[in-house]
């Protein structure tokens, strides 16, 4: 009797150790092709990096970060794409979308996919829903690089034009993209008819070198 039961406890440790082994080899091996797809990414060949990344999940479904990239990674096919094809830019977007859904599934405390959530969003023109990854993302961390700047620039596409100034208010004072902030804060006092206040700010970015602003600078303030 002992020998039976020493010999079932010697086989589920085996089935243990094998499934272990498995487990362990097959997520090694994700990382691997993940890998390989970032690098593919940093090259610009972003069809060939989601290809790996469709691997490297086939190998490991429950790693967020694998779901978030390949999203990431959507969104960029879906700005080039946007210049000539609208239909298929679209499609990147909404697969992006899915994307970082699978990856807040799994880690709901990331504040990078709510972050980039909002482009694919702002993509299909869904504005109030991008804010609202927003305002998600800067609960979750309110230091994450840009996020007033992005918001503002939401809100500017959404017609709220006090929010967008607010946020743009809240990104300089943290030192977000600073040049570009004053531009697009400027465009932003332009539309609300402060035209006092739009000329500084078309200054501070042309001194800071954001490349639109003196040709701006030049047709309302001279």
Request: hydrophobic fraction near 35%.
């Given at each position: ?5 020493s ?125 609202e ?28 034009y006090?929010?967008?100034i607010?946020d ?5 004072e ?49």
């Amino acid at each position: 009797m002992l020998r039976k039961i020493s010999l079932l406890i010697i086989l589920l440790v085996g089935i243990f150790a094998v499934s272990w082994c498995t487990k362990s080899w097959s997520e090694e091996w994700a990382k691997n092709l993940y890998n390989s797809g970032t690098k593919e990414y940093s090259m610009g060949n972003y069809e060939k990096a989601i290809s790996y990344f469709n691997e490297a999940i086939k190998y490991d479904s429950k790693n967020s970060t694998f779901y978030s990239t390949r999203g990431l990674t959507e969104n960029k096919l879906g700005e080039l794409l946007g210049r000539i094809f609208k239909e298929e830019a679209l499609i990147h977007y909404n697969n992006a979308i899915k994307d970082f859904n699978k990856a807040i599934k799994l880690n709901s405390t990331s504040a990078s996919a709510y972050f980039w959530r909002w482009y694919a969003k702002n993509g299909l023109w869904d504005y109030n829903s991008a804010i609202e990854d927003y305002n998600k993302a800067i609960e979750l961390d309110p230091k994450l690089s840009d996020i007033y700047y992005n918001r503002g620039l939401a809100k500017y596409d959404a017609e709220d034009y006090n929010g967008a100034i607010q946020d743009y208010n809240k990104a300089i004072e943290q030192g977000q993209n600073l040049a570009d902030t004053y531009y697009n804060r400027a465009l932003t006092k332009h539309v609300l008819g402060w035209t006092n206040d739009t000329c500084p700010d078309l200054q501070k970015a042309s001194d800071l070198g954001n490349k639109y602003s003196p040709t701006v600078f030049k047709k309302w303030c001279k």
